[in-house]
Structure formats: C-alpha cells, structure tokens
C-alpha cells in the first residue's frame, strides 16, 4: 500500500518556501522602503513642520500653515495651472498621434524597420539638447527671427516672440515640444502592441465584409486597450512631473517667463533664489503626489470598462 503524505510535510515544505520567497524579495524591499517609501514620510513629516530649518533641523510649530501659504502662492497658482495645460494638451495628442503613426507603420511591409528606428531615435537624444534646438527655432532675436517665423512669413503672418513673447505663444512651444519628446516612446509600444494581435481575428471579421474602421474599432482598439491605458497612466504622471523641458527652452527663472511648473515650484522652493523654505516644498510635494494619485485612481475606475485584458 502506498503511505499516505503526511500533511504536516507539506505544510512545512510551503513555510520553506515561503521563507526562502521573502529572503529573495529582501533587497528589493530594502531598496524601496529606503529610497520611496523613506523619503515619501520625511516629505509628508516636513510638510507639517512650519519653519523647518535644514541647519539647525528646528521648527517652530505644526500645522496646515505650508498648505495654506502654497495654496495662495501666485506662483504656485501659476504652475499649477500651467502643469494642468500641459497635460490636458499633451497627453491625448500624443497618444492619439503616436496610434495613427503606429497604425501607418504597421502596414508597411518594406522599410518597416528604418521608419521605426527614424521615429525612435528622438527618444534617445538628450531631452536638454532638444530643448535648446527647439529654443533656437523658435527664438526671435535681434538679429534673426528664427526659422520658424522665416515660415510663417511665407503665409503673410508677422514674427512671432515665441519665447519671450505672449503667455499663449510660449505655451504652444512648450506643448509641441512635450508632444515630440514623447511621440517615439508611445509609437515603440504601440508598433509592438499593434503587431502582437493576432491575424486570426481580421480574416475571419473580413470573411463578413467588415470595413477597415470597424475593423480598427471592434478589434485592433480592444485588443491594444491595456497598452494605450498604460500609456495614458504613464502620460500622465510624466507630464504632471515636467521640470527639465521648460528650463532647456525658457531658462532656469521660470517664475518671470510665466512657465513654471508644480515640480519647478518644489524645486525653487529648495534651491532657486527663493529657496530655503523645505517646508513649502515639502508641502507642494504633497500636494502634487496628491494630484497624481486622485488622476491615475479615476483613470484605473474608467479603464474597468474600456479596458479589455
């Protein structure tokens, strides 16, 4: 007769290798409670302590003063206002651009290679370097009014300071910049997504006559949906952490350019010629973390039924 497995076994042989499970996942786990989960507390600490002095490390109350005094801080008015335009723009072109681009390129037989390593190749590039080529095309100086209004001569329209000029002109740079830098990310996933759908699918929809923009619809869309939330999550969070691009077009004051951002604030307000004040960045900090996570939890709430996986 064969012995019966005895259950006490098998209950030890799951407590070893459950064991063995947390030993694996320890470097891990140090590694994100030291450097996030670490830094997300202090952060959330200071914000509370009014007057934090990083020398003395000495304050003299706690409270809501922080988020009070940023709350209705200009400046922080300003950048919040100019993150939120940056993402409301950004974010839907792009990923409405970079699914045609990637439809287009998913249809190309012959070169299909070069044009996605062409497409690519601004991801690549140092955003700071594209920045500043965008700064000198856009630019009107005393000497030359840039190439871009060496354009818009053409069609009889007058220069345009892009960069120094009206709030609107400076924003359209700004967007158009932010949509280039984050097309060739966008396009390398969805080009990968796209060809990942099965042919089974379009050959029996095209036995029934179905069109091409039912096809894209009913099957490419569903079918592409996890990868264009993802990118629409990512999109966002990306675009609400914009700092580096708008320093590389308008410079390091971005407060008198009118283009500064909420993680342009946090910074100036630990390092800029206003610095000094960790508690109001701390404070600000919070409240974009704040911002991003109550964006991304209604982005997760509308993906349960536009997201098929």
């Known amino acids: 007769m064969m012995p019966c497995p005895n259950k006490s076994d098998g209950n030890n042989f799951m407590e070893e290798n459950s064991k063995k499970a947390w030993l694996y996942l320890l470097p891990a786990i140090l590694f994100l409670g030291i450097f996030m989960v670490y830094p997300l507390v202090d952060v959330l600490i200071y914000s509370f302590e009014e007057g934090?002095?990083?020398?003395?490390?000495?304050?003299?109350?706690?409270?809501?003063?922080?988020?009070?005094?940023?709350?209705?801080?200009?400046y922080f008015l300003q950048a919040v206002r100019n993150t939120f335009i940056i993402v409301m723009i950004t974010v839907p072109i792009s990923t409405f651009l970079a699914l045609m681009i990637s439809l287009g390129l998913s249809r190309i037989t012959k070169l299909r290679e070069l044009f996605q390593t062409v497409f690519f190749l601004p991801y690549v590039t140092n955003t700071l370097a594209v920045g500043l080529v965008f700064m000198i095309l856009f630019k009107k100086t005393a000497y030359t009014d840039g190439l871009i209004n060496m354009v818009i001569r053409i069609f009889g329209a007058g220069p345009i300071d892009f960069i120094d000029g009206p709030y609107w002109a400076k924003m359209f740079v700004m967007c158009f910049y932010t949509i280039w830098v984050v097309l060739p990310f966008k396009i390398l996933l969805?080009?990968?997504?796209?060809?990942?759908?099965?042919?089974?699918?379009?050959?029996?929809?095209?036995?029934?006559?179905?069109p091409p923009r039912r096809l894209f619809l009913k099957i490419t869309l569903p079918m592409i949906s996890p990868t264009v939330f993802y990118l629409v999550i990512t999109g966002f969070i990306g675009a609400f952490k914009a700092y580096s691009d708008e320093v590389a077009i308008f410079g390091t004051d971005l407060n008198s350019a009118g283009m500064n951002t909420i993680v342009g604030y946090v910074y100036d307000m630990l390092y800029g010629t206003g610095g000094g004040f960790p508690s109001f960045a701390s404070a600000a900090a919070i409240i974009l973390f704040a911002i991003i996570m109550t964006i991304t939890c209604i982005n997760l709430l509308v993906s349960r039924k536009h997201v098929h996986y």
């Open 52 to 74: 934090f002095d990083f020398a003395s490390q000495t304050y003299y109350g706690t409270g809501l003063y922080n988020f009070s005094y940023v709350l209705h801080d200009t």
């Open 190 to 210: 969805l080009t990968s997504a796209i060809a990942s759908v099965d042919d089974i699918y379009y050959n029996a929809a095209r036995v029934d006559g179905t």
